[in-house]
């Protein structure tokens, strides 16, 4: 975006401005990956959006990218979370406070996740998920193997992922989708 196109900026506030970019992503929203993701339960609670932004990104200033991410008018109106009650609703308000993460991006295969069919987390036949009885694990309903895998540490099978492993961004999109 340029400067003559958003004549409200002023250079030297030093405040991105971020401008929503209408984008399909292949992986979400098309044909190839459709089954997997109604089998896995996350058809429509995965979304991606792109914005653009008018200033270089500086890694030193990340919170300030960030915090200036959530605040932007045009990301208010734009970005949708999933609620707990199952439905997209835009952000609508502004945050006050992030929390940044550093997380690996060494696994770049799915090949990862091969494990939970080794130790039958997941069934050979379809890849469908092993249920089991339900448990609580803080705010969580544990109702299959792989939450357990992800989320309670005392699961006899929660260390075929080592601390690194979990570190790592997919494992995180994983886990957060769960």
Not at 35 to 44: A, E, N
Not at 145 to 157: A, G, P, S
Request: with cysteine; hydrophobic share 35%; net charge negative.
């Amino acid at each position: 975006m340029s400067h003559n196109e958003n004549t409200d900026h002023d250079a030297t506030s030093g405040e991105y401005r971020f401008q929503a970019i209408d984008k399909k992503f292949e992986s979400i929203d098309g044909k190839q990956n459709r089954d997997c993701l109604i089998k896995w339960g996350m058809r429509g609670k995965l979304r991606a959006n792109m914005y653009i932004f008018d200033q270089p990104f500086q890694e030193y200033n990340s919170r300030k990218f960030i915090l200036e991410f959530f605040k932007d008018p045009n990301v208010l109106s734009t970005l949708k979370m999933f609620t707990k009650s199952g439905e997209w609703q835009l952000l609508g308000q502004s945050v006050h406070d992030v929390r940044i993460e550093q997380l690996n991006t060494n696994i770049l295969s799915l090949d990862f996740f091969d494990r939970l069919l080794d130790n039958k987390v997941v069934r050979e036949n379809g890849g469908y998920i092993r249920k089991c009885v339900e448990e609580y694990k803080d705010e969580f309903i544990i109702s299959d193997e792989l939450r357990k895998v992800l989320i309670m540490d005392e699961f006899e099978n929660y260390d075929m992922f080592s601390e690194n492993d979990r570190k790592e961004f997919i494992f995180q999109k994983q886990k957060d989708t769960k």
